[in-house]
């Protein structure tokens, strides 16, 4: 079975600070892997994905994530968040043999003006 | 294009009563799936539906639990008799192909008290 952590359950960083947030997934095969964000009353929204190809992955509002095969990871980064990003993410994975997303636990972001 | 549609947004129902969940999908998806997060835990798959068909119902916690999709248009989620430990976010998604995309809705929020 595949599961997913996210190391980083609240993080508070300044604005213009740079961001990145772990997350680890086990399965040994072909993954799809997502990150999530749903800010305050809002639905849940994909920042980007990954599927082949380039293993850096840019999204949306800025955000960026790599895959390493290696080390199972698929890490969010921004390089300058903004009092709007303050919201929960999650990452996420499907395989080619399961379609329904596998969710890490979340992190909540609150960044400080 | 409208999103995916779940209502109520929230409801509060005394234990032992029956409620049920709707979540209209973007017209066209025939993936649906369910996920439930209950407070500070991680979104749990619950089931997933090609058109009317269950594919996988392998998160579903127990048999008081029961999804339906009539004419593979919207999908229902009854919870009969419902107990405490059934309080949470349920989310709705649907997708068109299965695999890469997913679109969410903003979710029910029960509360069994």
């Known amino acids: 079975a595949q599961s997913v952590s996210q190391h980083n359950h609240h993080v508070i960083l300044s604005e213009a600070a740079s961001l990145e947030l772990g997350c680890n997934y086990s399965y040994g095969g072909t993954v799809n892997l997502f990150w999530y964000v749903q800010y305050p009353g809002q639905h849940l929204q994909l920042l980007l994905k990954y599927f082949s190809g380039d293993p850096l992955v840019k999204g949306i509002k800025g955000f960026e994530a790599e895959f390493i095969k290696s080390k199972f990871s698929f890490n969010l980064r921004k390089p300058s968040v903004q009092w709007s990003d303050t919201a929960e993410y999650f990452c996420a994975v499907t395989n080619t043999g399961r379609r329904a997303l596998t969710f890490g636990s979340g992190t909540r972001l609150q960044v400080q003006p | ?113």
């Open chain 2, 1 to 113: 294009e409208a999103g995916v549609t779940q209502f109520p947004s929230h409801s509060v129902i005394e234990k032992g009563q029956t409620v049920t969940l709707r979540c209209d999908p973007i017209s066209g998806h025939d993936n649906l799936y369910w996920y439930r997060r209950v407070m500070g835990k991680e979104i749990k798959f619950l089931l997933h539906f090609v058109k009317e068909s269950k594919q996988d119902e392998s998160g579903m916690p127990n048999n008081r639990f029961l999804a339906e999709r009539t004419g593979g248009t919207y999908s229902t989620l009854k919870v009969q008799p419902a107990e405490l430990e059934d309080s949470g976010v349920y989310f709705c998604a649907s997708s068109q192909d299965g695999y890469y995309g997913y679109t969410f809705g903003s979710g029910t929020r029960l509360t069994v008290v």
